[in-house]
């Protein structure tokens, strides 16, 4: 059976940090691209992040392009998610998920119960 759950959501100010973590099971994870995808309260699911299996290439939103860093580790069946200088807008439960397609697209296999990231002053 296929699961990942993640962790490291919670609350933080404008401009903090948090780093997210999503240990998978069940399924070959250095064969998957993965993705992570997040849901703002009120709006649809948005792309945020891709990697490789290897963890290159790496590709990101527009939005949130040089404030985010996904990254993997293969031994440990774990993704990633480094959140910096995080803003209001970055409020939404994130969830990590096995890739269907390529990059940019919400499209995914199996995803996660997912992570609440607020972020508030």
């Known amino acids: 059976e296929v699961q990942l759950v993640e962790s490291g959501g919670g609350l933080v100010q404008p401009g903090g940090s948090l780093t997210l973590s999503c240990a998978a099971s069940?399924?070959?994870?250095?064969?998957?691209?993965m993705k992570w995808v997040r849901q703002p309260p009120g709006k649809g699911l948005e792309w945020v992040s891709y990697?490789?299996?290897?963890?290159?290439?790496?590709y990101y939103a527009d939005s949130v392009k040089g404030r985010f860093t996904i990254s993997r580790d293969n031994s440990k069946n774990t993704l990633y998610l480094q959140l910096n200088n995080l803003k209001t807008e970055d409020t939404a439960m994130y969830y990590c998920?096995?890739?269907?397609?390529?990059?940019?697209?919400?499209?995914?296999?199996?995803r996660g119960q997912g992570t609440q990231v607020t972020v508030s002053s």
């Open positions: 990697i490789d299996t290897t963890g290159r290439p790496t």
């Open positions: 069940g399924f070959p994870f250095n064969m998957r691209n």
């Open positions: 998920a096995t890739s269907r397609g390529g990059w940019g697209t919400t499209d995914y296999n199996h």
